[in-house]
């Protein structure tokens, strides 16, 4: 079993700075990619950003100059920079992760429990 748990959210302005984190725990084997992903009230979860354990990315265009996302190997963790802040951006973002685990090293995929982004004046 896997968990993820995430923290940094909250609330910022429009055009401010926040940083997102989500760390892995449990039976990993090894961790095949991480992701960030959000949902706004009355809408589909969307995908952020994801990032490969070989650190091959993916960003959402609306994210694309605004968004980093990056990952410390050793910490199973994945950050989320989150830049130049709109109100759109307001949602529950969601860490995702692709896991290889225990040591028959079976695949799974694992959601952590959210964390509230706000962006408002």
């Known amino acids: 079993q896997v968990q993820l748990v995430e923290s940094g959210g909250g609330l910022v302005q429009p055009g401010g700075s926040l940083r997102l984190s989500c760390a892995a725990s449990g039976s990993i084997f090894s961790i095949n990619a991480m992701a960030w992903y959000r949902q706004a009230p009355g809408k589909q979860r969307e995908l952020v950003a994801a990032i490969t354990s070989g650190g091959k990315i993916n960003y959402a265009e609306f994210v694309k100059g605004r968004f980093t996302i990056s990952r410390d190997n050793a910490k199973n963790t994945v950050y989320l920079q989150m830049n130049s802040l709109k109100p759109g951006d307001t949602a529950v973002y969601y860490c995702?992760?692709?896991?290889?685990?225990?040591?028959?090293?079976?695949?799974?995929?694992?959601w952590g429990q959210g964390t509230q982004l706000t962006v408002s004046s």
């Open positions: 995702n992760a692709e896991v290889l685990e225990g040591l028959l090293r079976r695949r799974g995929n694992y």
